[in-house]
């Protein structure tokens, strides 16, 4: 299809269907070439190479399964191929003496010395020390300089000077030159492990430290110094407890100092520049260790870092030396408990269970206090991790004969299963996405790629800085002064043919902030300069007074108290009821009642929101042309026009291609697009704006946060007789699309489980939070979670058996029943209960439980977990039919050649290679002479936004009508000269004036969506369907877990392209136990009184706010494509189904294996609530056990729960 000539890592990538949006692509290739590059010609990469080259990579689309499949298949334990040796070029080798580089800019000097004494000699010339920075490998400071704008005027690369790369080793010990990557030290205590203890752990430590492409950067110097004020180290502890000195020497007076490294918190680091480090040799007799526990396992700062370090009288069993030091506490700095220290050292205690783990433990937790208020939270977890470390420390050296929980992992292998025998040319055949190929070679444009005309301005949002409040003053004096600044816009500057209001449903928000600020990061305005980093540093200086306001509701619980909700007066609480609840509890055995919250989840797509808006006016004639990274063309036009007062006709919006959406692109984006819009129509000028992810993450709302409480009425067998189910949805303070949220979450809460008395009211909570929004699954997986988790409950109290599949079958839907909202699940379409026995036994789930149960029995500190979970989810939006109608636009140009476009958009899900297949199959052409180029409403007119995984379903038989349409109007041509090529058809058709374009329309049947509340009847169009079974292995001492195998067994009916649907199978998977298990935003809430700024989002940044990466991907991952349904009249795509969101539910499976797993650790069998997402301090803190109740206050309840933002 491409030609990559000598581009192997490129079109391996794109050749395993390693790319979906693209975005991350060029960088999983880049990442991938640095492994292989450095391997020499002897040394082959290890499968373990490969899958350790994505662990600083991000992909938010594809699961990095096929990433990972992709490159060990195609380079593990194979000759690096020769077109990757690259030598460096000789005669560029010859011109590029090394040589010190001085560069003096505006604001800035730089200087590159080769040796110290070029250093002293410039430092001469400094006449103010404190304006000196030095830069080692550059990667501590680059977080401030980007999220805490710090400028420094003179910066000193340090890199190349000579003298700070030395590694030498003596008799002693190890000296370390400041500027040694912690790259170059990994390989070097790779290859001497064996020899000491010192650099095996060194060694372990390294491997879970940030990832290799910071290693390759980031120096042992620039480590010990940028975490001596800031940041949480992972190494510090270990160079702690192994006495390490320091040396430095000054820069004036060249006196050499060397200091031991606990006494250099303290020291006046002024012109002192580090030179080495030495770390003296543990003898043969001492133990010594590091643990860490981090959010994730990999690219990720310990929340608690330790080591423990002991010399053994072996004869006695007694302590002779003891030390210990701990990282993750306070403001960065390394913690040394002196006084249990000192306790354990002067006494010569015995090395038993009971000293260490009642006297000293005890003694420990009476040193190390933290409160809610302590900075970074999580104060029991944090305490419990220190008492566990110790405990595992100990069972380290006491040897005992049980294994621990291992980090590493084994390599991750995979299976792919679906039916190739389709009779199709094109349709149903897994076709490579048809921009992979510019994917990875980084050709792909995206909007921040488009070339800026020569007078294009950027733009800079101006936010608000308080969670309600009413604007007193705008003031831009100061914003004013900033070299190339143009102008300040705010609601002042809407023309009055405009309109400031917003919404994408009921207009309750405003482009601007007029008068009040409901929320932290409303937009307020805009500047607009020459540069962006002017635009910026004017958006800094803009000053905003404020009056605030209360109440200041953040939460669900305080939005319940206050009756704040969103709707209209009246229509705030939407309810839906079969049967008769009442009469359902009184004729059951049992009732029980239960609550928990759900987190919110950060869309993280890619590609940051950006926008450019060109106008292109003639006299009073204007044309907006806005180029948006958007889920909705139309939505985008529309709200452009409606504010500056424009027709639709005067505003053309653009959408190439799109970095990942996931329901984040819909709305929330808009107002950034409208303020940028308006200045460049103001201006008359090029505008463009391109959110940093601190924005992104701030402005554009979040998955919405839940609160779900139930009542469930059951049989002594588990069979489901009534449930009563209220669910609260944190809003944020406009309605957005919140409301039609909850009713898919809604009318999601059977899951696959019949209940014929069912109530469930659902209630949008009004906060001062910013908007929350749609995320994929819309509501969907926050409704069907309360099903698994009543299921859940009940089988944990009846405690009929360890099996809870049983409870499961037994209130699964039939064939031919109907669901709670009185939709019939067709005998010809509900495959749920096939799929589960077919998966039940292909998973040899009986078997596995079995081993389960074994290895629990044999571990007591590591315990495993196996579920299976079915999931159905609704296609269509049944409260908003205007949403299921498309036009799609296909060209047939003289030489044949094709160019289609629709109103769909693609965001890696793969939709314009599904219409390219499509299209040369119905026109029956070779799919080469198909192009897709953009989405632009210009072409197609009120396009419905790529949302709720139906664009296939609405886009295919849109151009199915139109291809049709091209069809009879050649059959007469093809009937004359039945033996022509395609491209000489189309001529003589050109000769013979035959139309060669045509629009076509599609609109799903009435008949097929019907919404009506209080009737209790709701169809969807049909249910996308699919069943999952994982199993994990959690560390119960610390939370941190495996998915050691998951196995999906999906029903798209008729796939159009199995490849690209597995890809959205897995990708939704990994984006799920994202969700469940790891992913979790942080407000400054009641919850969380250590952040200083209420209402503000903590972690609004990737150092902060971690995402699945390829290391947390199942080991063993299976998925396959259900072979049976033949589709029916409602699957009208070629009988295919939708396939973007239903998938994501299955990663419950992982959240509920990992809640067996702690049921097997805990001692009592009461069921206890978990909150999602079960993150490793929630996991570890419902492992109770005699350490977290010895962290857990007494004046807090025994059911602890550590804090959240709900
Ligand atoms: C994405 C990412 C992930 C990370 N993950 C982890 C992790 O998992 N665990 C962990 O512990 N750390 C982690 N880190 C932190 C990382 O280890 C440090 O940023 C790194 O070690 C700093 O080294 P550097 O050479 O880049 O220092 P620089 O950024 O160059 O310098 C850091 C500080 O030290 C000063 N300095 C540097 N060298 C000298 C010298 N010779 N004399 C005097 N002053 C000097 C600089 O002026 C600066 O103040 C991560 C960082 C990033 C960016
Ligand atoms: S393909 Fe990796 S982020 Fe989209």
Redesign the pocket.
């Known amino acids: 299809m491409v030609e990559l000539e000598g581009m192997l890592i490129q079109r391996t990538l794109a050749e395993n269907y390693a790319s979906q949006c693209g975005f991350c692509t060029p960088g999983m290739c880049m990442s991938l070439y640095d492994t292989l590059s450095n391997c020499s010609t002897e040394k082959q990469p290890t499968l373990h190479d490969i899958e350790d080259s994505f662990n600083g990579n991000i992909c938010r689309c594809t699961g990095y399964r096929p990433i990972l499949d992709g490159a060990k298949k195609s380079f593990a334990e194979k000759d690096i191929p020769q077109q990757l040796i690259v030598d460096f070029p000789k005669e560029l080798e010859e011109d590029c003496e090394k040589k010190p580089i001085y560069i003096k800019g505006t604001n800035i000097e730089f200087y590159r010395p080769l040796t110290l004494d070029h250093l002293f000699d410039f430092r001469k010339q400094c006449s103010n020390p404190s304006e000196i920075?030095?830069?080692?490998?550059?990667?501590?400071?680059?977080?401030d300089d980007i999220f805490h704008q710090q400028r420094y005027p003179i910066l000193i690369h340090?890199s190349q000077i000579s003298e700070?790369q030395k590694l030498s080793e003596e008799s002693n010990g190890l000296t370390i030159g400041?500027c040694v990557t912690?790259s170059q030290l990994k390989f070097y205590f790779a290859l001497k492990q064996e020899h000491q203890q010192l650099y095996r752990i060194f060694h372990e430590q390294l491997d879970f430290?940030?990832?290799r492409q910071?290693r390759n950067?980031?120096?042992i110097?620039?480590?010990i110094?940028?975490h001596s004020h800031k940041?949480?180290?992972?190494?510090l502890p270990i160079l702690y407890v192994c006495e390490t000195k320091l040396r430095f020497i000054h820069l004036l007076n060249k006196k050499k100092i060397e200091i031991d490294i606990k006494d250099f918190k303290t020291m006046n680091r002024d012109d002192l520049?580090?030179v080495s480090i030495f770390i003296p040799f543990i003898q043969t007799n001492e133990y010594l260790q590091s643990y860490k526990q981090a959010h994730r396992r990999k690219?990720?700062?310990g929340i608690v870092t330790c080591a423990f370090r002991l010399k053994l009288n072996v004869k006695e069993n007694k302590i002779q030396l003891f030390n210990m030091a701990f990282g993750g506490f306070g403001d960065g700095l390394i913690l040394i408990p002196e006084k249990t220290i000192n306790y354990i050292n002067n006494n010569e205690h015995q090395w038993t269970r009971n000293e260490m783990m009642t006297n000293v433990k005890n003694h420990l937790l009476e040193e190390i206090q933290l409160d809610e208020f302590s900075e970074n939270g999580q104060p029991e977890y944090r305490r419990a991790l220190v008492i566990s470390f110790l405990f595992k420390f100990y069972l380290y050296v006491s040897n005992t004969s049980e294994e621990l929980f291992q980090k590493q992992r084994p390599i991750s292998r995979s299976e792919q299963i679906f039916d190739t025998s389709k009779q199709t040319k094109y349709v149903h055949q897994p076709t490579i996405h048809h921009n992979a190929y510019i994917h990875a070679t980084g050709e792909a444009k995206y909007v921040d790629d488009l070339p800026s005309a020569h007078n294009t301005l950027h733009g800079a949002l101006v936010f608000s800085s308080k969670p309600h409040a009413r604007i007193v003053s705008m003031n831009t004096d100061e914003a004013q002064t900033i070299e190339g600044f143009i102008k300040f816009y705010s609601y002042h500057d809407i023309p009055p043919t405009g309109s400031n209001k917003f919404g994408p449903i009921v207009k309750d928000e405003e482009i601007f902030s007029s008068k009040m600020v409901h929320c932290m990061d409303m937009v307020i305005g805009l500047c607009v300069a020459d540069t962006e980093e002017h635009a910026r540093q004017a958006a800094r200086l803009v000053r905003i007074e404020y009056e605030e306001l209360t109440p200041v509701i953040l939460t669900i619980d305080q939005a319940i108290e206050h009756e704040s909700y969103l709707g209209p007066p009246g229509q705030q609480e939407s309810v839906l009821e079969t049967g008769n609840i009442e009469k359902g509890f009184n004729k059951s055995d049992h009732i029980i009642e239960g609550s928990f919250y759900i987190g919110a989840q950060e869309h993280f797509y890619m590609e940051p929101n950006a926008y450019l808006v060109q106008p292109v006016s003639e006299g009073h004639y204007t044309q907006l042309h806005v180029y948006a990274s958007t889920q909705g063309a139309t939505s985008i036009q529309e709200a452009v026009a409606e504010a500056l007062g424009l027709n639709a006709n005067e505003v053309i919006c653009h959408v190439l291609r799109v970095g990942g959406g996931f329901g984040g692109k819909e709305s929330r984006n808009i107002i950034p697009c409208v303020a940028t819009a308006l200045a460049a129509h103001h201006l008359q000028q090029p505008v463009r704006l391109c959110l940093t992810r601190e924005e992104d993450m701030k402005l554009t709302g979040h998955r919405h946060p839940f609160k779900i409480l139930y009542k469930v009425g059951f049989m002594k067998d588990g069979l489901l007789k009534s449930i009563d189910l209220n669910l609260y949805a944190n809003a944020g303070c406009t309605l957005d699309s919140s409301l039609l949220m909850i009713e898919r979450a809604m009318t999601h809460v059977d899951n696959i489980y019949k209940c014929e008395n069912l109530r469930v009211k659902g209630r949008a909570c009004r906060t001062n939070l910013p908007s929350n929004t749609a995320m994929r699954g819309f509501g969907g997986p926050e409704g069907l979670l309360s099903a698994e988790f009543i299921i859940e409950h009940i089988h944990s109290y009846l405690q009929l058996n360890d099996d809870p599949s049983i409870i499961r079958e037994l209130n699964m839907y039939k064939p031919g029943e109907r669901t709670f909202f009185n939709q019939e699940l067709e005998k010809k379409d509900w495959f749920v209960p096939k799929m589960w026995k077919k998966l039940k036994e292909s998973g040899q789930y009986e078997q596995r439980l079995k081993d389960v149960k074994e290895f629990n029995e044999k571990n007591q500190f590591r315990k495993r977990g196996l579920n299976l979970t079915g999931t159905k989810f609704g296609i269509g939006a049944p409260s908003a039919l205007l949403f299921h109608q498309a036009g799609a636009l296909i060209t047939i140009y003289k030489d044949g050649s094709i160019l289609i476009t629709h109103g769909g958009i693609e965001l890696g899900q793969g939709l314009q290679m599904k219409m390219i297949q499509i299209t040369a199959e119905q026109l029956d052409i070779d799919i080469s002479l198909i192009r897709f180029h953009e989405t632009s409403t210009d072409k197609i007119p009120n396009t419905t936004p790529t949302v709720g995984s139906l664009s296939a379903d609405l886009y295919g038989p849109a151009l199915i009508d139109a291809c049709q349409q091209l069809n009879k109007n050649l059959a007469p041509i093809k009937h004359k000269h039945p033996t022509l090529t395609w491209e000489k058809l189309i001529e003589q058709a050109y000769q013979e004036r035959v139309q060669l374009s045509a629009y076509g329309f599609y609109a799903v049947a009435e008949k097929f969506l019907k919404s009506n509340y209080p009737k209790n009847e709701i169809n969807f169009i049909y249910f996308t369907q699919g069943v999952g079974m994982s199993e994990v292995e959690i560390d119960c001492l610390t939370g941190d877990f495996h998915i050691i195998r998951t196995d999906i067994l999906m029903d798209f009916a008729k796939s159009l392209n199995p490849f690209i649907d597995i890809g959205q199978i897995e990708g939704a998977f990994m984006q799920g136990v994202g969700y469940f298990t790891m992913e979790e935003l942080i407000q400054g809430d009641s919850q969380h009184p250590w952040i200083s700024q209420v209402g503000s989002l903590h972690n609004a940044d990737p150092n902060k706010y971690k995402l699945p990466m390829a290391n947390d991907v199942p080991i063993d991952f299976r998925v396959t494509l259900l072979n049976e349904n033949e589709g029916n009249e409602r699957t009208v795509c070629y009988s295919s189904k939708a396939v973007g969101e239903p998938p994501l539910f299955l990663s419950v499976t992982v959240l509920l294996a990992i809640k067996y797993a702690i049921e097997a650790y805990r001692t009592e069998r009461e069921p206890f609530t978990l909150n999602v997402p079960l993150t490793c301090e929630r996991i570890r803190m419902a492992c109770q056990d005699e350490l977290v109740d010895s962290v857990i206050s007494k004046d807090k309840d025994h059911v602890f729960q550590p804090c959240g933002s709900f």
């Not at 920075?133 to 977080?143: D, K, L, M, V, Y």
Request: charged letters at 10%; proline letters at 0%.
């Open positions: 920075h030095f830069i080692a490998g550059n990667t501590g400071e680059t977080f340090l700070l400041s912690l430290n940030a990832s910071v950067q980031a120096t110097g620039g480590h110094l940028n940041h949480t180290s992972d190494l520049l580090l690219h990720d700062t």
